[in-house]
Each structure stands twice: as C-alpha cells, then as structure tokens.
C-alpha cells in the first residue's frame, strides 16, 4: 500500500504543470501614482517622437497653442490652466492631458514667482512648441533619437506616472515597452541596465527606452529615487512585458516530450504495483512455510 501511494506522488509530481511566481515592475507597482493619461489617436505619421519641453512664464497670463498630443506637468508653483472651457488648478506634481491642436491659457496663482513647468510630448516636429516670447520661454530638453514604433493603424494609451524606488532596491525583473517609455528623474540617483551597460541617472535626467529595448531599474543610493514615467503602448496591450529568465519549460512546448514523460510515469506506477504484489504474495509464502516447520515440531 505505501509503495502505491509512493507511485502516486512520483506520477503526481512529474505530470504537475510549472507555474511561474507572479513578478512586477518599479514601474507596475501599486506605490505609483498615476498623474494624467488619455487615449490617442494615430495622427497617420510614423515620425513621431518623445520630446520633453521645459518652460516658463514671467506675465500673469498667457496663451498657448498644442502642436502635439501630451500631458502638461506643473514643476513648480501653482497654475490654473484654462482649457476647453474648463479651468484646472495644478500645483507641484499634477499634470493634465492636451489634445493636439487645443488651445489654453495659463494663469499663475503665484505672485512671487515665476511657475515652470514640463511637457511631455509626440511630436512630430523638432521644436513645434518651444517659444522665445516676452511673456514666457520654453526649450526642448530632449528628444529621441529614433520615431515611437508601433503607432499606426491603433489607437494608444498615453500617461505620465510618478514612480518611486526605495533606498538600495535591487534591480526590478528584466523587461521591455509594447510601445515605448521616456523616463525623467525627480531626485535621487538611480541606476538603469540595459544592452549590456550600467548608466548613473541623476536629477533632470532622460532615459528612452523603445519597444523590444529589455532593461531594469535600481536603487543602491541611500535616499529614495523618484521619476516620471512618459509611456504610450496600444491600448488593448499591457504596457510592460516581464522577460522570462528562468528556462523554458520543454514540456509545454514539445507534445512528444510530455507523451514519453506519461508513459514513464505509468509504468513506474505499474512496476511498483506489481512488485508490490510479488513482494506480499514472497512474504505470504515465506510466513506459511515457517507455520508447516513449527507445526512438524
């Protein structure tokens, strides 16, 4: 009977299906804070890039115009931003999403200082919003050096995410963008691995990370790393895909292999089933031969 039950365990366990541990990102983690995001349509142009805008304005008010799709972040001060209508107070943090080819007008709530703010941005042409004027500047801190891929032909979710990395957390699971994803960093210094190199990232600092590019973040400094996220990624998919660094499974991916690992297995469990029964029928044997020898005595 124990050898049965021994058999079935040893078929149980070869036969169980592997099941791998649910793993996420610093990026797709329930810490983060989500701070604007919108779906958008393709605007049937494949060149379209990430572009970070940094600007300012000294005057009360003033009006602006949105060549590309993005979301306007509120860096420092306190800002009302009237648009379609509606008017938003944004302070430190927040941020709202424009629709290209909107109109809004900024009014700062700050009489001592000057507010400044960050937009990120698909633009399609270098430098569409960036302005020299009397009431206000703006300058393109950075632009990718290649088109967002996987654009066309859908419509794409896109968000700016606050995501922060506790003092001397190790590196997150290897990973990479459906779409694509611009890191900026607030504060603190962190360090992103990919194609086979380390590179510090400090405050004001951009990364771009485009579709199939695998990296990972860390944090080995003793003070939190906080970044903004800018991703766009087709809507009906996720936008982080997790790389798998354990082996593949063979058993999944080969239907002979499984058919020989069952056969293995019930024979053993038949083996061990008949041996079990020659071992009881020896022993029944051997008992009643000792019984007929006490019986002649």
């Given at each position: 009977m124990r050898l049965g039950i021994i058999a079935l365990a040893i078929v149980a366990a070869a036969l169980a299906p592997s099941s791998a541990s649910a793993v996420e990102t610093y990026s797709s983690s329930q810490l983060n804070q989500l701070i604007a995001k919108a779906v958008v349509?393709?605007?049937?142009?494949?060149?379209?890039?990430?572009s970070v805008v940094a600007g300012t304005f000294w005057t009360n008010e003033v009006q602006r115009w949105a060549a590309s799709d993005g979301i306007y972040y509120q860096f420092t001060g306190t800002t009302e931003l009237?648009?379609?209508?509606?008017?938003?107070?944004?302070?430190?943090?927040?941020?709202?999403?424009?629709?290209?080819?909107?109109?809004?007008?900024?009014k700062s709530l700050d009489a001592n200082?000057?507010?400044t703010y960050l937009q990120f941005l698909l633009a399609s042409t270098?430098?569409?919003?960036?302005t020299d004027k009397a009431d206000g500047t703006s300058v393109e801190l950075y632009r990718s050096p290649t088109p967002v891929p996987g654009l066309m032909h859908?419509?794409?979710?896109?968000?700016?995410?606050?995501?922060?990395?506790?003092?001397?957390?190790l590196p997150d699971p290897l990973h990479r963008r459906t779409g694509a994803a611009l890191h900026y960093i607030l504060?603190?210094?962190?360090?992103?691995?990919?194609?086979?190199?380390t590179m510090a990232r400090g405050p004001g600092s951009v990364s771009f990370e485009p579709a199939g590019f695998t990296y990972q973040w860390s944090n080995p400094g003793l003070k939190p790393l906080i970044y903004l996220l800018f991703n766009v990624n087709p809507k009906d998919l996720d936008p982080v895909v997790v790389q798998d660094q354990q082996p593949e499974d063979p058993?999944?991916?080969?239907?002979?292999?499984?058919?020989?690992?069952?056969?293995?297995?019930?024979?053993?469990?038949?083996?061990?089933?008949?041996?079990?029964?020659?071992?009881?029928?020896?022993?029944?044997?051997?008992?009643?031969?000792?019984?007929q020898d006490d019986d002649r005595l």
């Open positions: 349509p393709d605007r049937n142009n494949d060149q379209l890039y990430f009237a648009l379609d209508g509606r008017a938003t107070t944004l302070q430190p943090g927040d941020g709202i999403f424009i629709q290209a080819g909107s109109k809004f007008t900024l200082h000057s507010p270098p430098g569409s919003e960036v859908e419509r794409n979710l896109l968000s700016l995410t606050r995501v922060p990395v506790p003092p001397q957390a504060s603190g210094v962190g360090a992103e691995f990919g194609d086979g190199r058993f999944s991916r080969d239907p002979h292999l499984t058919l020989a690992i069952y056969c293995v297995a019930i024979s053993m469990f038949l083996t061990l089933l008949v041996s079990s029964g020659t071992m009881s029928d020896y022993h029944r044997d051997r008992r009643s031969r000792l019984d």
